[in-house]
Each structure stands twice: as structure tokens, then as C-alpha cells.
């Protein structure tokens, strides 16, 4: 029996609060860069230790630390006068001892370089990898108890450590309205039809009562744009298309902010979000790991938030990767398929040494639609939570097929 | 007049909640060296400044990575194979244009590096900081624009972004006793009498319905640990000495558990939690800024929180630091100096471009006691947080004299 | 009127010495990668800067370090562990001010690592630069002062530094038998034929009296040798081609050795030099600039030589690379073209802030061939000299367009 | 019988050269401190192996780069804007195999840190180590093979390479100026005299016939000259002070400059050759191991010369440090005991995989007084070679105490 335990929410609906503050931090942005690379070498690390040994091997590379660079935008050109400093740090087990006795070598540091430069060729386009980056690598060896616990054919591994993760589900409008507006810059359309629009977009969303301000600051790519006039004139454009993608996810009034900070006085590139790549990361704005969104793509103060990094750990003992994903998963199924819910909350608490699906806790709480009870639901949550748990290790699969999102 | 608005909170209180879970990273915890590290740098930074210019100049020290080094610990002694490796990165400025035209050189490297050390060298006693560690130091030039924001004699800087900082006021028992129990443990009184408790100390708190295990990860110092039995006796003797703090914050059953990672069976050092200089970055453990801890010096997922990182920004125009400082001074007061009110949470959102003293909201949502109105605290709570926005370059002098913490 | 001096030299001929050493590291040899590194960043920079700004600038590239990295070859097959760390310092300008009195950026860094990785890719060709190799540049920007006496328009620039070059003519059938034997084995056309012939190919020369003994390290690339006995069997094919190319050179016996430290007793790997890029650079040899070979391409303790590294040091006033080139041409030119001269040293000395083409002195040590007098040839070579300093500038022009060597 | 041969040199001394240079680079040239480094943590390391192991394991930790830092030098005082970077390369065995199977680990990273930070605090007196370098260590792992070589209980160890080593004895006049000379501005007594006086010290000796010139290049430390007058002063201090010195060594009229790229006609310290730790890699210059001093302490190209970096290889096997070591004694032996012996030089080659007191040949090329043929000094001068052969391994012993230099 698992320690499963179903709660009815008293608090009101976020969506009732009279304040509701989102965020996302784009693909491009610094500290989602970091979680990129960090998920990046987590699953070539992984895909690896499975193809030369069999199974996954201990590791966790969730500490990326991004050194912005320096560059000189320019209207029409510029270029990039210091590289962007990369680190990839962690552990990962460099060897696995053969049923012989010998020493099977796997070349760690080469598969992560390779997949941290693959993840920034794939993901900022204007970025010329081989020569705007510097990607450096100082992966320590895994621990050998932590290796251990891999190495034993275990069918169901245990708690790394005394952690927890936490979801919720569904969206409110906010939410969905802000995780949509960045996919829509961010998506292969978007991009091929506004090649100056880099992939570092930060999405902030206020609701005040019904009414949205989304805040977005959109790096522009210098080199597609020729002056001052053409940048003012796409912003304006922007900013509508941004104002009439909002209908697909709200009925509330939505204000669009791009780039406020800009200084439209200014008549060289100096007043402007201009960037030789499309990342800020370029020049001046340094990322890591588990610094931005959290698993579920967004940062919502409004909602229960785990400070854990989910990028980059390793996805078969790392609890505090496993169960916030595992969160996420069970939220959105519960919300999605049991009727008379309206909004849910999850909480699983491991308990180190122990079965990572048998936690300490897996606690939902429940807030109803009106006219169901916590009772009509109880059954069909408690349900759901048990298979998840049951097949925790779906998780694993799912992120080595990138099915779900870790950031 | 100011944004300033107060809203009544529908939830229950969080002591109301089944379920409560509560963290705290200690000093010696990686993701804690790294924010203690941040600031320290960030102060050094700012007083050389104030030294040299007048006044603080643009910095932001809030990407400290630390990689692990190698170590050897053995139950009497021990040793470093590998240093730790620290590298400072984020941006400042390095030159000052004096009236007279000419620059001024602020040599950034070396104090940031220095007050890195020393920090290091304060904090976890028993590492040695010269041979122990490598600091090393990419901190790049700020840009123009946003030093000039800091050459302008304002009475209030503007802001750096749009962003929030949230806070909520008082602890609930659990919150109390998880970071008081961290503070005994890493207290100077505590480590007179007991040398072999490293700084490294995560406290976990799991508080279901009315009784808190209180889990405890704490590296020994293996020098002062002759054997496993001492190792044993010890964390019994620790085990009896944190219940009975206990009941000084709280009146709940309280379960203690210590290393449960520990492996008695084993005779040797493998089985333990040993370290040779009190933390486990010097093997295994990677840090970095803003990852653990929140600006209140707790990890509460049952509350709401900014993922800011607060340690090492500037104190002067960076509102992901100062609107956090700020929330967590603003709740504190309310809490305790405005009868009926149970329990207060606020949210201080930001416009990029305006003075810091006016957000674009400042929203606080209060629980009253029984027996209380909105309408009757209201007033009185209004008035407190006019008063901390009017005077909010406080913030910075209490940072540089070191009177609040950020982690 | 220049310093030139004419002296009789009274040593009897190299030749007649009982004993001759002379050794070429090839271009795969880690010091050599890292002259031809340095070599390559420097022009790559002269280039930019003539683009830019009309003239070479300020710069000094000549200390580049290899940090070998770690590899595991395996006959017909092998894998990189852990990238060759290499890293660019010396310093570069990185700014010009332009006439209107703005600044016009140069990115030194970027412009450092395309051309270092340029150079590996077309130099070390089963590495793969991407993967292989870590590049890190911590160039520094060039002192003021210095870069004051670029910035000048003058017909001669002065010397940066005292500092002397030395130079001789010609090689001895020794000294061309190890320079040829390396180009052979280097060569595109061999190449072709032996793919399997890595390019770190160290050639050391023993000549006592008339017996000459040609030591030969040469690293296998290990995906093209399938086993010990193909290896053994070329091995054997090369010893022959590289006796039979050795009459080219001379009319001496030559004994030929391969990978003396070869243990043939042992099957798998380990008894043999197998690499996987065909540089021991990839595991266990660093390698650093102007430790090998000097600017004529050997090494020759019989010869007077240069500790100055030629490689990477700016082509327009450092005398310590300008100086040791063109006593390499001039003493080329006498050996060739004056009738009488058996053998010619030179030594030019500079004076700190004279024009480049005014040596404190410049010295050449004639042997005579029987019948002449340093009378008879005296004039000649005076004219050589002088017309050598006089086009002094020559120099820099040959080395932008790659016609002389400088390692 | 060991393969020993001894030549009559036909070359007229070096002293009836009309031209002779010889140049040394102080303790405090970075290229230098690069050199003191390197042996320094050979040494050390060298230490560490015997207490923990019973004898020196496999190291060579000849590559040492130093990337300058940045520094702002003012009459009276200066600062240090950005600290010198160290880097130690190389490799070391990081781990020993008792014969109870288990393995004993080697703190290389560690050792080697800190002998190279106690070397810099003995060396550079003015530098605050601590604050003004950052040592970073990429010292790698020794490879198997090598290793073996050391763990067997052998008397004499086998060469580890085919190389060579070249020594010569006297020293000429000038060549003991030029020594003597940086001696005394190093010595103790001169630098308690004159604390202004750095350790980055260059001579350079230029004899034309019988006249010699000392150029002579030294680093003033700032904050102990208080203004211009002060170090023109001292200037003429020195000058004088180093042409009374002279007799001492030389019966030849000697010409003293001092700092001769200064400008005097500056009035502020940009004009002048300041530093603020003594030693110009605080700004600008760059060092590594093997680019300066020869084992003897000198550059001499009128003498036979080897490349090999000397400094920081294992003085166990590699050929490269030892036989330079050794022909430096065996020469200074031969010309202070053998009667008739004018001028002896000496080269040492090496056969890879034999013991290295087997020398394919060790060649003695002598000039005799007046007076003396070869024959009268051939046995004696044998007898000493064959004795050094003999007992070779003292080298070590002379390196571990100090009692020989390597640079």
C-alpha cells in the first residue's frame, strides 16, 4: 500500500485572487539555456551508459554555469568580440567495471561537450557554436555508493535522497497565456517568417482583476534588422500579433509590452534590445540551472513551487527530479480525466534509501467544481496516483524520448 | 501615492494544512557557500565603490558556481585530493570616468576574490582556503547603459527590470524550528563544544497534521571522529540535543533523525557522513547562487516564493533582490506590530524604467485573527508599507552592514 | 651606415665533428601544434587589424599551453575521453581609436579561437576539433605604450625589446636528412597512401663520423590499423621507404629505428603507439610554445640557436622573432649565392627603441671554402646584409602569406 | 664498459669570439617563475611519493603557464586589478597500489598548489599570493605504462625517452657577470638594503672584443619610490653600484644600462618601469617552463645548447632534466680538477628502455691550456665521467635538497 492521502483545498481559486503574477523564461534566456544544456548531457550521458553498459549509470548534471560573453550589435551586422563561456559541472561514473574485471571507459567528457554544443546549434540559430562559444567541461566522477545503487538490477531504484516535488493542475488563462505567447516567438514558423526575433523572450504576465499585462522582453537579431525605423516598425507588428494570439487562451483584456526598456529617442543601435545571436547571453547576462522556470515551463509565486532543478538530474534515483515531473504528470491527468475537479495540487515527499515508488507521501489536494464533494472524486485521484507511482519508471523513458519538458 | 494594495486571504493557514514541508540548506551547504559567497562579493564591491567613487556602481555577483573537489576523509584525519573549484562570474564595473575626465580603476578581480576568501575562510573553519580551494574570478564589465542608471545623482534608482519579490510573515512552528535548529547546530557556542559538526547542515521538516520529523543531514569533520562508535555516540548525543530544542518553538511531537543515509553495518569510513573540512562540496557536491535557500533563510513549498535569486545582486536598483529584502521586512512588521493580523503574504511587482519606491503594485493579502476585519488592520498596514517603499534605500545600508540575511 | 661585421670563423666544419644531433618535432608533436597555434592567431589577428584598421596592431601570441587529454585506442577503432585543453594567452589590442575619436572593437578573442581551431582542423586531421578539443582564450588587451608605437605611421618600426636572433646556412646532410624525412612522412601524397600515419612524428638524428642513425616516433591513428601485425607489418614498410628515401640527402650509411618504445611481445594495444587523432597531444603530452623546434624547423646543439620563441610574437617590432627570420634568410642567401662561403652564422642584436633596421650589430661568422679568403667573400656578404635590413619589413609580408617557416 | 668518448675541440675559445652574448632571466622574469614553479611542485611531489610510498612515483610537471594579470603600478603605491593566472599542467600519478591490493591515494591536485604558492610567497616577496594568482591545476594522471618503470625495484631506471643533454665548463668572463650580477640584485642583503628593487630582473652581457655591455632590465616596486627623482635616483644608484661589482668577475671595461626603454621626459609613472609586486607578469607578460634559462642559470648562443625544459620533470627517468644536470657537473668537475683542461663540453644522448647510466655516448670535447695535449687529460677526464655515470642517481638527491639549480 502506498502512503497515498487526498485532501479537500480550502483556499479559493487562484484565478479569484485579485493579483496573479507569471513568468517564463524563454528557450534563449540565459538560465533556460542552462537547463537545455544541463537535460542536454543528462540524456546523451544516459543514452550512452545504456547503449555501452545496459542501464543508465549514476550521474547528475544539473550545474551549468553560463559566462556571458561580449558582443557589438550593430544595425545590419555586428559581431561577437568574446566568446560565452560555458561550464558543465556535476559528476557522472566514467567507468563501469565488466562482468570480467575490466574496465569498460566511457568517454564522459566528450559526450557532454558534443551534446551541450548539439543542444545550442538545434536551439539559437544565430549562434555560431564553434566559435561564439567556449564549452568547457568539469564533470567529476560519480561517488561509488551513489554508483552502486546502479549498478544492482534493481526493478524499482531507491530514494537518493529526503526531497520533494510538488504540481499542480490545470493552467489558469494567465498561466496558459504566457507559456503560449513564447511558444508562438519561439516556434519554426515564427522564426522562419521573423528571422530577427532571437529565442531569448521573457514572458511576464500580471492579471490585476480580469485584465492582463503581458510584459515581453524579445532580443532582436541585429544583423536582420537595418535601422531604428525597420525595429520600431516590427515592434509595433509584434505587438499585435501577440495581442491577437491572446484570444485562443483568455477572455480577458490583455495589454502587450514589448521591450520597455528600449529608448526610442536613441537613433543608434545603443536605445535598442539589439544582439548579434539572439541571446543576452552574449553580452552581459550570465545563466545557470534551476535559476528559471520550474518543470512545468513556469514560474508562478501564486502556486506551490519546488526550488529543485529538475534539468540535468539523473532521471532514475534523483527524487527531486522524478517526483516534481511525476507531479506535473498525475495534475494534469487528474484534471483532465476526473470529473468535478477544478483545480489540484500535489506534494510527493521521498524518503531516502527507500523505493522511489514508495514515498514518504503522495498528497493531492483537491478543489472541487461546484456541486462535487471531495468523496465524488477521492476514489478516481487516488487511482491515478497509484498507477503513476506504479510506473514511476516511465518517467526515465519519457525524458530519453523528450516527451515531456523539464524547464 | 503608491500602488499599495490589501487584499483578504480566503486560504485556511497554513498550520491548518495536513501537510507541511519545511527546509533549510546550512551555511555549509553548497548552494549556501555559494549565496554567502555572492553577497560577500557583492558588499566587498559595493564598499570599495562607496571607498573609491562615492557611491555603488553597477554590479551583479549572482552566479557563483562551485565545483566539487576530491577528498579522502578517514575516521582521525583524512585529506584534500582536489580542491574545490569556485568560480565567480556576473558583471561590475571596473572603471569610473572622474570629472576631470580621466578613469579611475576599480580592481574588481581582486576584490571579489579576497572577499570570496575570506568569506570562505570565516565560515567553514576547518577548510583551508589557500590549498583547499581555487577561486577563480570571470567577472565581466558591466554594460554602459545600465552604469549610468548608477552615475546619476538620484535620490531613488529605477528600476532594473520587470520583475517581483514576495514575502510572507510570521513562521509557523515548523518554519521556526527547522531554521532555529540549523542555527543551534552551526552556532560558535555549538562548534566550541562539538569541533566535529561541519557547517554542512540541511534540516528537512515534514510536518503531518500535528507531529514534525525533523530530518537532519550533517557532514562530521573527520579529524575529530575517531571511530565509528564515536561517529555513533555522537549523533545519538545530537539526536537528544535537537528534540530537546525543540519545544522552544514548538508544541508538536518532534522526531529526530540523523544521516539517514548512514549504513551501520559497515566498519570503515565508507558507511558515514564524513567529510575532512565540514562540507560536502569538497566531494560530490556542486553549488550555486540562488538554488537553495530563499531570502527568509527557508525553502517553503506551502508558501509563496520567488525563484530570484537574491545573494550577490546589486542593492541598489535590482528589484529581484531588494522587492524580496523588502517583502520579507514589510510582512515581519505587519505580523508583529498590527493586532489581528494572523498571517500576512505580499507581492511587490516591479516596472522596469520607474524609481524603486513606486512599484507597479505593492499587494499585501492578509488572514485575520478571529475576531478581525480587513477593514480594522487595513489602515495600519497601508501605512507600514508606504513607510518601508518610502524609505526603501534603507534596504541597502542594512545589506552593507550585514543587519539582514539574503539566504 | 649599418653594424654589420664580417668575421672569420676558425671552428672546423660541423661535418667533421665525430658527433651530430639534430631533431625535428613534426607538426603533429604537441610543441609544435602549439607554435603552429601561435603562429596562426598571430596572422589571423595581423589580418584583422590591416582590414580594420590599415595595420597591424599591437599583439603577442606566443604562449599558447596544451593540456593533453585523455583517449583510449583501440586497434581499428578508439575513442576521446576527455577533449585536448588548449589555451591562447599573450595579449592583442582590442581597440583603436579612430580619427573622429570614437573606438573601433576588434574581436581579438573570437578572431583567436576561429584561427586556432582553423589551424587544427587543416593540421591534425583525424581530430575531430569540435569534440577533441577545448579552446580558451584568455588573451589580455596589449599595454598602451606599446601599442603607441603601432599606432604611428612610420616606415620602420623600433624594437620592442634587446634581444638578439641567430641564424646559419647550410644544413648539414644530417640536418637535411631529419627536416626531409619528417616532410615525407607529413606529406599530402604519403598521407594518402598511409592514412594510418598520424602527424606527431618526432625525428632524432645521431651522426657519429660517417654512420648516421635515424630515430623515428611516429603515432599510429588506431581506425586504421585493424592489429598488431598490420602494425608490425608498416612498421616494417616504413623503416624501408624512409632508408630509401635517405640517399636524397646523403651519401652516409642510415640506420632507421620506429617507436623504439614498442613492447612487441604484447598483443592487445598497450605495446604500441596507437592514437586515436594521431597526436599524443590527445593523452599524456602537453605541449607549449617555443620548446621545440627553432625557426629554420630543427633542433641543433652543435649550431648556435636562439631561446627566443618565433612563433606567435608580432611580425612589425619583436625583434626576438623579426631578428632570428632574417638571419635565417640572409644566411640562406650567402650560402647560396656567394661563391667561396662553405659555412655562415650570424647573430643580429637589437638596441630597445632603434628602428628595427638599425642593429647594435649585426655579425656574420664565415668559413671559407679551400681556396678563398674571407676577403674574397667579405663584400658580398655585407651587401646581402645590408640589403636585408634595408627591406627588413619584407618580413612581416612573407609571414602573412605563409612563405617562411617559424618552427 | 660505458660508452665514453673524449674529442679535442678544434673551435678557438669562446672568449676570442669578437662577439659574445649571454643573457639571464631573474628569479622574478615570469618565464622564470614558471621554471621555479614546476620544480617546486616536482619537488614536492617528489617528497610526497617517498613518505607515502617508499620512493618517487611517475611525474613531469614541466608545463607551467602563466597568463599575466593586470596591474595599476603609481608612484607611492598601485594596486593589483586582476590577479596573475597559473596554470599547472602536466601529469602525476594520483594513485599507488599497496601490496595488500588496495590503492593509496595521491593528493596531486593539492600538493601541487601548495608548493606552488610557497615557492611564490618565498620568491616574489612583494606578491600577496593569496589575493594577487590564482593557481589552477590540470595536472593529469600518469599513464600505466610509465608508471611501471618506477614501481619496480630497480637500481638504475631506464631512460624515458631518446634525448640528450649538453653541458660546459668554465664559465667566460662575461657569462659569470651576467650571472653574478642578477645574483647580487636578488641576493637578500641587496634587498634589505633596497626593497624597491623587484625580482623580475633581466641581463643582458653583449661583449665586443674586450668591452662588455650589461643592458640590464628591472622591475621597480611602487610603493617604495615615491616619485620620479626618487627612481632616476636610484637608477644612478644601481648603475653604479653593479659597474663596482664588476671587477670581481671580469678584468674587461663594462658599460651599465639600466631600464633603457624608460622615458624620462615623463613626469608621471606611465613613463617608467614600475610594478607593484616586483615582477612584470602582474601586467603584461606572460611565462612558461623551459622558454628562458638554461639548466646552467644562462641563454648562451656561442655555447652548445639543449631545448629541453629542465625544470619540474621527474628526476628519475627523464633523460631531458637529468643528462643536462649531470654534464653541467661532470664539466664544472672537469675543468676544476683536471689539470691542462682549458674548455671542455660535454652531450649525453640517451637510448630509450636502457638504464640511464648507459648513455649511447657520453662525448667530452675538450680545448687544452697551452702546453697540454688531449692525451694528458684524456684518462682523468674519463675517470670523471664515468664516475657521475656511476652514480647518477645523486642527481636526484641534489634536486630533492636543493643543492643544484635548474634554471
Known amino acids: 500500500m502506498r502512503n497515498i492521502r487526498i485532501e479537500k483545498a480550502l483556499q479559493r481559486p487562484v484565478e479569484q485572487d485579485e493579483l496573479e503574477v507569471v513568468e517564463r523564461k524563454g528557450l534563449g534566456h540565459p538560465d533556460s539555456i542552462s537547463d537545455g544544456i544541463g537535460e542536454s548531457v543528462s540524456r ?179 544583423k536582420y534588422v537595418n535601422d531604428r525605423d525597420e525595429y520600431l516598425n516590427l515592434k509595433d507588428e509584434f505587438k499585435n500579433i501577440i495581442a491577437d494570439n491572446a484570444p485562443n487562451y483568455t477572455d480577458m483584456g490583455v495589454d502587450v509590452l514589448i521591450n520597455t526598456a528600449d529608448d526610442e529617442s536613441v537613433k543608434d543601435e545603443s536605445g535598442y534590445y539589439l544582439t548579434v545571436t539572439g541571446t543576452s547571453a552574449e553580452m552581459g547576462d550570465d545563466g545557470s540551472v534551476g535559476r528559471g522556470n520550474r518543470s512545468n515551463g513556469l514560474i508562478t509565486p501564486n502556486r506551490p513551487m519546488s526550488m529543485e532543478a529538475t534539468s540535468g538530474k539523473n532521471p532514475i534515483n534523483h527524487v527531486g527530479k522524478i517526483y516534481n515531473l511525476l507531479s506535473n504528470q498525475i495534475t494534469q491527468e487528474i484534471a483532465q480525466d476526473v470529473e468535478g475537479v477544478r483545480n489540484v495540487e500535489m506534494i510527493i515527499l521521498s524518503q531516502i534509501g527507500k523505493p522511489i515508488d514508495q514515498p514518504r507521501t503522495a498528497t493531492a489536494r483537491i478543489q472541487t467544481q461546484e456541486g462535487y464533494k471531495i468523496e465524488d472524486v477521492e476514489q478516481d485521484v487516488s487511482r491515478i496516483i497509484d498507477k503513476w507511482l506504479e510506473n514511476i519508471t516511465d518517467i526515465q523513458d519519457f525524458l530519453l524520448e523528450e516527451k515531456i519538458r523539464t524547464f
Open 44 to 222: 546523451a550521458l544516459s543514452k550512452a551508459y545504456k547503449e555501452e553498459v545496459g542501464h543508465v549509470l549514476h550521474h547528475n548534471t544539473d550545474e551549468i554555469q553560463i559566462t556571458a560573453g561580449e558582443s557589438d550589435p550593430k544595425f545590419g551586422g555586428g559581431q561577437i568580440i568574446k566568446p560565452i563561456q560555458i561550464l558543465l559541472t556535476g559528476r557522472a561514473a566514467t567507468e563501469f567495471k565488466l562482468p570480467n574485471g575490466k574496465s569498460q571507459k566511457i568517454g564522459v567528457d566528450s559526450i557532454a561537450i558534443k551534446a551541450a554544443k548539439e543542444y545550442l546549434r538545434d536551439t539559437i540559430i544565430n549562434l555560431d557554436v564553434d566559435y561564439g562559444t567556449v564549452v568547457e567541461c568539469k564533470i567529476g566522477q560519480g561517488s561509488a555508493d551513489l554508483t552502486d545503487v546502479f549498478d544492482r538490477e534493481t526493478t524499482v531504484p531507491s530514494s537518493n535522497d529526503t526531497s520533494f516535488g510538488v504540481g499542480f493542475a490545470p493552467f489558469t488563462q494567465t498561466e496558459k497565456l504566457v507559456l503560449e505567447t513564447e511558444h508562438l516567438l519561439n516556434s519554426k514558423d515564427f522564426k522562419k517568417k521573423y528571422p530577427m526575433v532571437g529565442e531569448d523572450i521573457k514572458v511576464m504576465g500580471l492579471r490585476e482583476n480580469d485584465q492582463v499585462t503581458l510584459t515581453v522582453a524579445m532580443a532582436f537579431v541585429s
